[in-house]
């Protein structure tokens, strides 16, 4: 199925083509994850009438071709698929200030949605310690020395390779439970998000990515920047230590 973009009104949209997705039933106008009631009730659809289907007007992360469907494969298991699929990914970025304090990343790693690779980050930590107390977590981990703590952003976030960076500072308040309504954010009520900030944050690595390529400083000012000239802004969320809430 084609993705395209369209302007629509005046204002540029992402259009995905219920039409050309598996799991849309053309007769009944519906979709398997009931998404199009999601989409109607925020103004993000449009067709539906008489033999005319449903567009999406954004991406919409569960649309999948019919060739995507496996033979003689079950719509549910398809389903299942699709929500394995889009199960936030991401990797941590840990900043420590004691070679002890590793073992407080175990409560992510017995998560269901438990980071792909940890990045601990540290200034002046011994590293022989750092990296005994470490490898006892049985995960797949790397160290960075902060050498600048102005470009510490900027360098830790150079080593992810997930699509989403979280990032914890142990010295102040963080939650383990941060991705859970993030994702829930993303898959369930289809909020356009690419980042969430504050003492814990949360990052879009391809952000990051056009920051890098554009020869942009990654700094928070420049995310808000960048964010600010997609969905009007709207796409960028603050966590007070204890959820997450729209940005001022």
């Given amino acids: 199925m084609k993705i395209q973009r369209e302007n629509i009104n005046g204002e540029e949209h992402l259009i995905t083509p219920c039409s050309e997705c598996c799991f849309y039933d053309n007769v009944a106008k519906t979709c398997s994850f009931g998404r199009i009631k999601k989409y109607k009730d925020k103004n993000q659809t449009d067709g539906g009438v008489g033999n005319i289907p449903y567009r999406i007007l954004t991406f919409c992360n569960h649309a999948r071709p019919y060739i995507w469907m496996k033979e003689e494969e079950t719509l549910e298991r398809a389903k299942e698929r699709v929500r394995e699929d889009n199960k936030v990914k991401y990797d941590l970025i840990v900043r420590l200030t004691d070679h002890t304090q590793v073992d407080l990343v175990k409560p992510f790693l017995e998560r269901k949605t438990a980071p792909a690779h940890i990045i601990f980050s540290f200034e002046s930590i011994d590293i022989g310690e750092l990296v005994e107390r470490a490898n006892e977590l049985d995960c797949s981990f790397e160290l960075i020395k902060i050498q600048d703590p102005a470009a510490r952003t900027e360098a830790e976030l150079g080593r992810v390779q997930r699509p989403w960076a979280e990032t914890v500072d142990l010295n102040k308040e963080y ?31 391809m952000l990051v990515a056009s920051l890098d390529v554009s020869n942009i400083n990654v700094t928070f000012e420049n995310i808000e920047k960048i964010a600010a000239t997609q969905n009007n802004g709207k796409n960028i969320r603050s966590f007070d230590g204890k959820r997450i809430c729209y940005y001022s």
């Fill in 175 to 205: 939650s383990v439970t941060l991705l859970d309504e993030f994702s829930k954010l993303i898959n369930q009520d289809l909020e356009q998000i690419v980042a969430v900030l504050g003492d814990q944050y949360i990052i879009m690595t």
